[in-house]
């Protein structure tokens, strides 16, 4: 929906006459300035965050206190009810968690990453780091194969940060070096390899890449770094905006109306969140954030429809796994600055009608239209630059404008009214069980507003 545009939205509406009612059936039409229509209509809201929050709670074990009996799970479960969102919530039986990692030991460097990173979010389960881990992990950012990498700088970016203290020293880390042995993971297509250059590319080793950098960039105690190798660092990081315009170019469509990467959640999960952070990093530094300006597609109003509309088909997920994707994504759809085209949600209410007059003291709903956006927020600046009306009603309805209401977001037109007095109109042999005001009626309603509130403007 653009400045100066208008959205229709064609409905069918039918009737019965042993029941005397009027049934709309909607479907949603094309703007007619676009080839694709970039609203939805549905929104997500704080009841949908408690559902998930609840999901991942009631998956925690008893006994050992982890989610599923997993670590991998866990890691999931401990990061989605830390964050801020209507639901946010401290992690259940925390102590008791805290002594089942405690115990536990790691035969995999994404173990070893998964418990430090689940014992830090707990509070005072995690104030000092093994030697023996230390020397994992500084030997880590040189591995030979990617994850290895990922792992490691992950680690040691949120033990550098963690507070009061910091649990690595960061300024040991040769931030430029390690961008450069993993820019020497990219292949000729501008993804990733997890291991030599002869090894396929992959959608989730691209993502990783892209972590990687993102952490090196936010590094405690780095800034000297980027500052004197501004020129090879920014070279270094032209192959990573490669990489992030190839990767996000490898989605896959579901249906007609969805996309998402490598058929799955977690794989779409990954792929957004270190496209985000990546660009988010980029923009922390004045010498590189005129990077961003190469990267668009958070900006393309269709793809972050169909992108969303996949997200939120997963909103009544029993997985505490995808519960936690859905949380983390809406949170970042919610509060990225890098994120600039948001769908917003045309939602109609009270579709159904009496065509009798006698009827016509029953507690009837007029038709309502309510345009907001993807989290309920109000996205017209103001109701009285907003157009809402029927331009057509086949065959003979009411046509008109709906009525505002103060909230700035829902529009009222009370057609039970006008198709009844369109009725008394009729003369008798228009008024026959065969040519009355029951049937189908093919409406269509046009949304005009001259400005659009929001973060993403025209492009809203």
């Avoid at 029993?318 to 994504?329: E, G, I, N, Y």
Wanted: glycine content about 4%.
């Amino acid at each position: 929906l653009k400045p100066q545009s208008s959205v229709f939205i064609s409905n069918t509406m039918v009737t019965h006459r042993a029941l005397r009612w009027y049934i709309l059936l909607l479907s949603l039409l094309y703007n007619q300035c676009c080839l694709v229509h970039c609203y939805l209509d549905r929104v997500y809201t704080a009841s949908n965050d408690r559902y998930l929050t609840s999901v991942i709670v009631s998956s925690q074990d008893s006994d050992s206190a982890l989610f599923e009996k997993s670590l991998l799970t866990t890691f999931y479960a401990t990061e989605a009810l830390l964050l801020p969102n209507e639901a946010a919530t401290t992690i259940p039986n925390a102590g008791q968690l805290c002594d089942t990692l405690r115990s536990q030991s790691a035969s995999s460097w994404e173990e070893f990453h998964h418990l430090l990173m689940t014992r830090l979010r707990l509070h005072g389960c995690l104030d000092t780091v093994k030697s023996s881990s230390l020397k994992k992990l500084n030997d880590g950012p040189s591995a030979s194969k990617l994850s290895t990498v990922y792992f490691a700088v992950d680690a040691i970016y949120h033990l550098a940060s963690h507070t009061p203290a910091a649990l690595y020293d960061a300024s040991q880390l040769d931030v430029v070096q390690v961008l450069r042995h993993v820019q020497a993971f990219q292949s000729s297509d501008q993804l990733f390899v997890e291991q030599g250059k002869n090894s396929k590319s992959s959608v989730h080793k691209t993502a990783i890449a892209l972590s990687i950098a993102a952490k090196l960039l936010s590094m405690p105690q780095q800034e000297q770094a980027w500052l004197q190798q501004s020129e090879q660092v920014h070279t270094l990081l032209s192959s990573f905006m490669d990489a992030a315009n190839a990767l996000v170019r490898t989605y896959v469509r579901i249906e007609e109306d969805k996309v998402c990467y490598s058929n799955s959640l977690t794989a779409t999960s990954t792929v957004l969140e270190s496209l985000d952070a990546f660009l988010a990093a980029l923009s922390q530094h004045p010498q590189f954030a005129s990077m961003t300006a190469a990267f668009t597609k958070f900006g393309d109003a269709h793809y972050m429809e169909c992108l969303t509309r996949y997200v939120l088909s997963f909103t009544s997920t029993t997985s505490p796994t995808s519960a936690r994707h859905v949380l983390r994504l809406m949170h970042m759809f919610r509060s990225s600055l890098q994120v600039y085209s948001r769908p917003f949600s045309i939602a109609l209410q009270h579709q159904v009608f009496s065509d009798s007059e006698a009827d016509k003291g029953v507690d009837e709903a007029p038709l309502t239209v309510r345009v907001c956006d993807l989290f309920g927020a109000s996205v017209l600046r103001q109701k009285e630059g907003t157009r809402v009306e029927i331009v057509s009603s086949e065959p003979r309805g009411p046509i008109g404008a709906f009525t505002a209401l103060d909230d700035g977001q829902t529009f009222v037109y009370a057609f039970g009214d006008a198709i009844r007095r369109r009725r008394r109109r009729r003369n008798d042999s228009d008024s026959d069980s065969e040519n009355g005001v029951h049937g189908f009626y093919a409406v269509r309603i046009e949304i005009g507003d001259d400005h659009l509130r929001g973060a993403g403007g025209a492009g809203a």
